[in-house]
């Protein structure tokens, strides 16, 4: 039927030939002379072999599978070679090259035999024998169903693992292909596929484009769902990912920062980077590394700079100088992963606050804050960093003392989203400021007031009205806001015990602050407002401060009448 040439038999041929020598090979273990104990042990692998030959026979495709067509005459070659050194160890004549050349021609030929039978046996297992070829070669296009395509991805790494050089190349080429081609299959194919098998492709003995194509499948893999991350961690890819991160070529480092940083992500994982020694590699990766890498790398440090043992490597690896540095010129993608890092490390603890302030993180953090192209997060890390550090004396007097930078908190509590405005207040309300400058950022004390009418937050209440606490002490604030009539009736309705969703201490506070010292006409105003009356009730219902501004607001005329009501 097939035309027969000496280089290449048709499959059906070879399965015979390697039949008859197997059959032959089987026979003179028996009779061997010398190495009965070895022949013994190939005895039962060339059982074993037979065995799987018979399988393979019985696939009804079997014959079309193109990995046959190098697995087949490998095997037998092996087989004879087994069948030659079986004739040397059945005659009584001494071993031409010696006893161990022919020991050692023994092991190799053994150890062949073993793989192959072990590619075998993958082929076997993976199903892709009872398959025609003309569906494994077509990829599987977004109307195959899953069955199509766990098949696929069988096929695929099945050429992975028994396949040359060549067959390699191609099978990665398609991996890249379906995982490039539809986030779902990630799961799939590290459920389906020897997720193993692809981290040892990316081992230095591996060719570089094979390494580089295993690469970009992990990264894929890694960034697309839980699953694949959990997979991958669990075959020990980690270890794999730093030393290419450590001494690959850019592109390779590129990726593998991707996926270290995906991998990292979740918080189960990140004790393994200081097990594999990566916190310095991770570091250096910040330093020296392409933009794509070093935006990776500062992703990767951020996500374990929470945990406890690693924190302190990180200190001592001299991590704070090299995020500072990517503070103020990296990517914004690296800057708002580089921010979030300071955040995190200036909340651990003082040692980390004055090596931040040694290296003049906090100046770098200033002028982040006032830079126009950061974005919401960026500046939402920033001011989160800059207000662990007000923790200490010396930053605190920085931070009060930049008019500035103090502006710029006005300026935020104006126009930001409702987290920044809520630190920035907070932080308003903490610094100690000159009474010059809590005047230049009068106007935002409108926008102060609308935070204390958030219904559902009284996080964002307290830091309005602490905020405004704070610039009521200067005189031209009150009068400020005693103008700005609209604002004053809504402090006077916040008042209102109707309006429950109003914690009453806060306007109470505010209104007090109103009132105290030289109140610049707030008082009449408030009286207008109708402030006397809501404040009398809520005296009666034991409302924090409420009998003082009470009182404030009364004079003394009614406080003493309403002590006498008070007692009763
Ligand atoms: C202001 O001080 C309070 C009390 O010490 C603290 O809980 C809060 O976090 C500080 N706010 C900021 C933004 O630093």
Known sequence: MHPTTTTSEPPQTLLDLITDVLSLLLLSTVTVQSFVGRWQVLRTKLTSLQSSL??????????????LHTLLPSLLSTLQRLLSLSHQSSSTSSFPGGKLLFQSDLDIASSSLSNHIHDLDLLLRSGVLHQSNAIVLS??????????????????????????????????????????????????????GNVGYLINLLDFNNQPLIREQAVSAVSILASSNDESRKILFEEGVLGQLLRILETGSMPLKEKAAIAIEAITGDPDNGWAISAYGGVSVLIEACRCGSQVTQTHAVGAIRNVAGVEDIKMALAEEGVVPVIISLLVSGTSAAQEKAANCIAILASSGEYFRDLIIQEKGLQSLMYLIQDLSSSDTIIEHVLHAISSLSVSDSSAQILSSSTAFIIHLGELIKHGNTILQQISASLLANLSISAGNKRA?????????????SPKSVGLQEAGALALVSLLTVRWNKKELARDEKSLMKLVQMLDPKYEFIAKKFPVMVVDALLSGRNGGCRKRLLAAGACQHLQKLAEMEVAGAKK??????????????????RE
């Open 549 to 566: 501004a009470l009182q404030r607001l009364s004079g003394n005329r009614l406080k003493s009448m309403f002590s006498r009501t008070w």
């Open 441 to 453: 950022i009068s106007s935002c004390m409108c926008s102060l007031v609308e935070l204390m009418e």
């Open 54 to 67: 018979s399988s393979l026979s019985e696939s009804p495709l079997w014959s079309q599978n193109p990995l």
């Open 139 to 192: 990829h599987p296009g977004p109307a195959s169903d899953k069955e199509e395509l766990v098949f696929f991805i069988h096929d695929l790494f099945t050429r992975l693992q028994v396949g040359g050089v060549e067959f390699k190349r191609k099978a990665l080429e398609s991996l890249l292909q379906i995982l490039n081609a539809d986030q779902k299959s990630a799961s799939l194919v590290a459920k389906e």
